[in-house]
């Protein structure tokens, strides 16, 4: 990669990072583009150049951390053997990696654009990617024999809900009841899916 280029993919990443981190911290509507470009130290032109709108950054900054999320996990689930095991694995995965005020962020997000605008929707199919690749986890669980043969996309849903709504509990509870939390919500719920009782 010549300098330009390898400058221009710094810059990018630098309005991506400074963007996440300060969506998170004061929320979608109250950062504005004059916040990132001072975060960042670029130029309102070099962020106009990489992004037409902070509607769009919202966009790829959301995709891009949802990718990443789930190839983190990928990797660590890869040598967990049982799909039952995977789901425990994930509730301490969530815990750790759940970005509650992102979330929040893609709530205001959504408010703002719409949900039927044309970025609405690219938002909503980014989400429903995470969705997606969740399905695959629980149709392996039903493939194996692990749960009962439902609708895997419904199912898949039904858990990313439940997990988050739990993370609503970051608030009153430390990382390690958070865990606890999660774990205990996890076999309530593989009591319901399950074919056989879990361990």
Same mark, same amino acid.
């Given at each position: 990669? &010549?300098? !330009?280029?390898?400058?221009?993919? $710094?810059? !990018? ?12 911290? /004061? *929320? ?27 509607? $769009?950054?919202?966009?790829? #900054?959301?995709? $891009?951390?949802? /990718? ?15 799909? !039952?095991?995977? #789901? ?7 815990? %750790? ?5 992102? &979330?929040? +962020? ?5 408010? /703002?654009?719409?949900? $039927?605008?044309?970025? *609405?929707? /690219? ?15 629980? +149709?392996? *669980? ?6 009962? &043969?439902? &609708?895997?996309?419904?199912? +898949? ?10 993370? %609503?509990? !970051? ?8 865990k606890s939390l999660f774990r205990? +919500?996890?076999?309530? #719920?593989?009591?319901?899916?399950? #074919?056989?009782?879990?361990?």
């Amino acid at each position: 990669m &010549n300098k !330009r280029l390898y400058d221009a993919a $710094q810059t !990018r990443k630098k309005l991506i990072d400074s963007a996440m981190a300060l969506f998170a911290q /004061k *929320g979608y509507a109250a950062t504005s583009i004059d916040d990132i470009c001072a975060h960042s130290y670029c130029s309102k032109g070099s962020l106009y150049y990489h992004f037409h709108s902070k509607e $769009q950054l919202f966009l790829e #900054l959301a995709e $891009q951390a949802f /990718k990443e999320s789930w190839n983190v996990w990928n990797e660590l689930s890869a040598p967990i053997p049982s799909v !039952r095991d995977k #789901l425990y694995a994930y509730a301490d995965y969530f815990v %750790d990696h759940h970005n509650k005020p992102l &979330n929040k +962020a893609g709530e205001e997000f959504i408010a /703002k654009v719409g949900p $039927q605008s044309e970025i *609405g929707m /690219k938002f909503f199919a980014i989400v429903m990617g995470v969705v997606d690749d969740f399905e695959k986890l629980v +149709a392996e *669980g039903i493939a194996s024999g692990e749960f009962k &043969n439902e &609708n895997s996309k419904e199912l +898949a849903f039904m858990i990313l809900s439940y997990y988050s709504g739990l993370s %609503d509990s !970051r608030s009153f509870l430390d990382r390690e009841g958070m865990k606890s939390l999660f774990r205990k +919500a996890t076999t309530l #719920l593989l009591e319901g899916i399950s #074919l056989t009782s879990p361990t």
